[in-house]
T-cell receptor, first 114, second 110 residues
Framework: DAMVIQNPRYQVTQFGKPVTLSCSQT?????MYWYQQKSSQAPKLLFH???????NEADTPDNFQSRRPNTSFCFLDIRSPGLGDAAMYLC?????????????FGPGTRLTVT | GENVEQHPSTLSVQEGDSAVIKCTYS??????FPWYKQELGKRPQLIID?????GEKKDQRIAVTLNKTAKHFSLHITETQPEDSAVYFC?????????FGSGTRLSIRP
């Protein structure tokens, strides 16, 4: 089945210790997004890739970086996690950026910072 | 840019009754309005969407209505069931990306 996969599902890291979350997709979608979702809040867009073009949100901290080495994979790097970065991180894909295409979400990675 | 406001933030209805969630948007050029359902601990999933060229769309017990003049769209769930309990997010299109409303936590009372 075509899908969006995230690994790991749960990640515990120490304050200030770099961490990488991964996302892969078999949908062959052009666009891959990273959202941060904190408890009882809406998903907040961090950045997205349209093919290899990177689009950062203006309010995304520099602490968050992303890589997309190929169509199928996208990574979220948190260079120095703080306690405030504990959240669910959702990867999503869509066929295009017009907004008329549906978002397909992965199951998420729950990040805990100790 | 697009701004999407959603209300109510929480909604409790008796099983079998209807539930209505409303969203307003700011960008009159917006032309796509999806609704996502997120069950506890799970990913958001698209449940219904509407394009700007229609005023209403139905899919079994759920429907979405769009009023472009007033710039609002609503989710209607009829004959609610326990499995409808979840958080529902409306979304709008802003600068070629999906902007989510703040969410409505829907609880179905037995």
């Amino acid at each position: 089945d075509a899908m969006v996969i995230q690994n790991p599902r749960y990640q515990v890291t120490q304050f200030g210790k770099p961490v990488t979350l991964s996302c892969s997709q078999t949908l062959n979608h052009n666009v891959m997004y990273w959202y941060q979702q904190k408890s009882s809040q809406a998903p907040k867009l961090l950045f997205h890739y349209y093919d290899k073009d990177f689009n950062n949100e203006a309010d995304t901290p520099d602490n968050f970086q992303s890589r997309r080495p190929n169509t199928s994979f996208c990574f979220l790097d948190i260079r120095s996690p703080g306690l405030g970065d504990a959240a669910m991180y959702l990867c999503a894909t869509s066929r295009e950026t017009s907004g008329r295409a549906s978002l397909y979400f992965g199951p998420g990675t729950r990040l805990t910072v100790t | 840019g697009e701004n999407v406001e959603q209300h109510p933030s929480t909604l409790s209805v008796q099983e079998g009754d209807s539930a209505v969630i409303k969203c307003t948007y700011s960008d009159s050029a917006s032309n796509y309005f999806p609704w996502y359902k997120q069950e506890l601990g799970k990913r958001p999933q698209l449940i219904i969407d509407i394009r700007s060229n229609v005023g209403e769309k139905k899919d079994q017990r759920i429907a979405v209505t769009l009023n472009k003049t007033a710039k609002h769209f609503s989710l209607h769930i009829t004959e609610t069931q326990p499995e409808d309990s979840a958080v529902y997010f409306c979304a709008g299109l802003g600068a070629s990306k999906i902007i989510f409303g703040s969410g409505t936590r829907l609880s179905i009372r037995p």
